[in-house]
């Protein structure tokens, strides 16, 4: 089946909100990761159910967009999707360190 520009570009967007979704849940895990103390062992068995979840999910996502086929504009879609949620991160992390050093200086002043 030959899909339309206009519904490749709407699949593609989709597919982007697909990788930032897998990105953030992966965000919550690093930020558990840091809170909670793991083992070695621990840490390779979450990332094994985190994979094995991630993999069912975007095969689900792309099963339902793309009508059962596997087209490349999706894969390239969770890509760039996953790599603009870890700008995101980062840009988000930046900002509230920022802040915080921020308020420890006025903190400090008062």
């Given at each position: ?6 519904v490749?570009?709407?699949v ?9 979704t ?6 919550i895990?690093i ?11 621990f ?10 979840g ?9 099963y339902?967009?793309?009508?059962g086929s596997?087209?490349w ?8 999707g996953?790599a603009?949620g870890?700008?995101?991160w ?5 900002i509230?360190?920022?802040m915080?050093k921020?308020l ?7």
């Amino acid at each position: 089946m030959i899909l339309g520009i206009g519904v490749e570009a709407g699949v593609f967007l989709y597919a982007g909100l697909t990788g930032m979704t897998v990105w953030f849940f992966y965000g919550i895990l690093i930020c558990l990761r840091k809170i909670i103390p793991h083992t070695s062992l621990f840490v390779g068995v979450e990332d094994f159910l985190f994979w094995i979840g991630t993999s069912i999910y975007i095969f689900r996502k792309m099963y339902d967009t793309t009508y059962g086929s596997i087209r490349w504009f999706f894969v390239l879609g969770v890509v760039c999707g996953g790599a603009m949620g870890w700008l995101l991160w980062r840009t988000a992390k930046g900002i509230c360190g920022r802040m915080k050093k921020r308020l420890e200086k006025y903190r400090k002043n008062r």
